[in-house]
């Protein structure tokens, strides 16, 4: 009797030390997902997201016109 309260105790515990685990690796993965990152082009200044950004010694740029722009 007192084997399966232990026993029931034990599984309980475990069961809310997965849920705050798995909780807390959800939070840690919706933290990590943020917002793009946005910069001007350093030619116009139009706003692109990083992902789009030409880079071209340091600076950033909208498109590869612009970056052979400032070609030097
Ligand atoms: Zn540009």
Known sequence: MLIRLVLIIVF????????RK?????????????EPKILACADCGVYIPESEAVRYHGRVYCSSMHAENHEV
């Open 12 to 19: 309980v515990l475990s069961c809310v030390f997965l849920i």
């Open 22 to 34: 798995y909780r807390a690796m959800r939070d840690q993965k919706a933290r990590n997902k943020t």
